[in-house]
């Protein structure tokens, strides 16, 4: 935690205001260029509604708040924010409040993004600064000021670009100003300023901070009897791939004669190394800001029974998370499968039919197949099994792909994907996802709709949704909440606020559409008769041909 200073916090606050009204034999390894790519760090909330961690935040005090001033973070549950809060319950120093601070990963800078947030400032400010902690044009993404800029109710919620890009820090704070408009005052806030109980108040439910990194993947040491003469059989490959400086291996692509005869993921860190998606602009989304491992140890299984004898070209590719890519090795190989020329003659003819698997299941997977119904929030699976030949031996080296299809039809798309072990076991984990079908098949050019032999899961899944409801005065009820399932389509779904009455629930005013990210908030205009009466309430979303009816938990509300 780090304390910023009266003076210096005066000083900026005076800049600001006067800045206000301003516009907003051996291998040969290849030596890569350097290169420059984009990857994007997701934190509090996911596009899919889930919670996300907040990798790279912390807060920070300014000056000295006083003791209903702080900061919150909720993002482990749905609908939850990172808040920071200037209170006034008790009485606050002018300039004093908290902040949430971002700060890249070494050797990243921060190229742009999106923040869904909210802000309000009945007496006080709230902002979000990028690159520097200077109030003025050049920095400022977006502010607000005794609720000036912020809407015509004091508060403005939604989504705003990350610009100024090219720094490595974020900044967003509330801090106390004094009654007044802007230069009317330098008083202190004294308890019961603030509307609401808050001086100033912000909240980032939801940050795609995209980041740029000039790392450049290379491998070392490398070994394994595919650079042996005359390599035949199952031959292997191994090395180190590193990433040092960057967001660390992603994937290693092994390719013989320009085709890949692996691509993969070599270390998943634990899950972490794990795309949850890509943001508008096409660059991949992670939770962790040192997503992958920076050096790993890679053994890479190769068939060269499929390859013609003789010579042919290899090639070994490192990309990291930000996808910056390096070519690490290019050099010629040879193998050789048949002994004589007597035998080769001798031989049957051989089959070009694809090999034909047999996929056998552990016991939790097993009891999948039958049928399943989740909520959004465990609809992620893991299967499970090994991998055999007709004959019943143990299949190594074998792709298994898993596949999904919406629950309303259409295409299958690839999921996951791994490699049987030595011993012909695989293991596959279907991201979160709303209802489908679920299908695993093998072998080198398999797909769900063709493939011979499958195993298929069939899941039915409801998504969260949560409610919060407010009633800051005038007989105004708020309600917020988040819809959490992904895809969610097109057009946005709609959620319906009810509430309990003699004959049953009952829809409050209109159905409200979620936003990008899920979120709703809806103000309902109460009689003034509804004053000092308790209500429940709930939110319900339809069922789609993509998930079940969600409700909400009941929430009670007394109207103010």
Known sequence: MRAIGDATLRARLFLFLGCLTLAMGAPSVIAPAASAATWTLVSCSQSDGQSAPTDGWSTVQV?????????????????????????????????SGWMWQFNAPQGSTIAGGTLDVMLTSPEGEAFVLTP?????????????????????????????????PGGTSLFAAATCLGPGQPGTSTADCTAGDGANGVNAQLAIYSAEIELDSNATPAATGFSGSLLSPDAHGTADIAFTASDTGGPGVYTVTVLIDGKAVYQGTPDTNQGECASVGTDPNGYLEFLYEQPCQQTETVDVPVDTTTLADGTHELKVVVTDAAQNSSTVLDEAITTL?????????????????APVYSLSLDAATKQLTSGLSRLYSHSALKLSGTLESTSGVAAPGVPVTLWGQP?????????????????????????????????????????????TSSVSVRETVTPV???HVATPGGA????????????????????????RGPDGWQAVGAPTRVGAHGHFHYTYPSSPLTIGRSFSFRAETPATGLWQTALSSTRNAVVH
Request: aromatic residues 6%; hydrophobic residues 35%; charged residues 10%.
């Open 337 to 353: 499968n048949s002994t004589t020329v007597s035998a080769l003659l001798n031989s049957p003819p051989t089959s070009t039919a």
């Open 407 to 451: 629950a309303s039809g259409g295409d299958f798309s690839e999921l996951a994907k791994t490699m049987s072990d030595g011993s012909g076991a695989w293991t596959l984990t279907a991201p979160r996802g709303s209802s489908r079908l679920l299908r695993v098949v093998a072998g080198a050019n398999a797909r769900a709709a063709t493939a």
């Open 476 to 499: 105004r009820i708020v309600f917020t909440g988040q819809l959490a399932i992904a895809p969610l389509g097109t057009p946005r779904p709609l959620v319906i606020i009810e509430v």
């Open 465 to 467: 949704l949560s409610l």
């Open 132 to 164: 520097n902690y200077n109030y003025d044009a050049a920095d400022v993404v977006v502010n607000c000021q005794f609720n000036l800029l912020c809407g015509s109710n004091g508060t403005f919620t939604g989504t705003v670009p990350i610009d100024h």
């Open 63 to 95: 000056a000295s708040p006083g003791p209903y001033s702080g900061d919150t973070n909720s993002c482990d549950q749905a609908g939850g924010a990172m808040f920071a809060t200037s209170g006034s319950e008790w009485p606050q120093s002018r300039g």
